[in-house]
């Protein structure tokens, strides 16, 4: 209890911004109208009790990069 926090939602496609609310133990959730598009990024922003805000950021739909080791040659 006592967390709360949002998420801004970022792309070609456009901004929103989606309140984050408990939901249960250690559980934050929200609900937001936006598209899921290749090149969105999410920033997702928490306050827990007593506590200053953290932030984080996410590109959930982007492919991670093959390490270098495993790349693929020509």
């Given at each position: 209890a006592g967390a709360s926090g949002s998420a801004t939602i970022l792309s070609s496609k456009g901004k929103a911004t989606v309140q984050l609310n408990p939901a249960?133990?250690?559980?934050?959730?929200?609900?937001?109208?936006?598209?899921?598009?290749?090149d969105m990024k999410v920033i997702v922003s928490i306050t827990l009790a007593g506590q200053k805000a953290e932030q984080a950021r996410f590109t959930p739909l982007q492919k991670a990069a093959a390490p270098a080791d495993k790349a693929v040659k020509p």
């Open positions: 249960g133990n250690n559980v934050l959730s929200g609900k937001g109208k936006f598209e899921a598009v290749a």
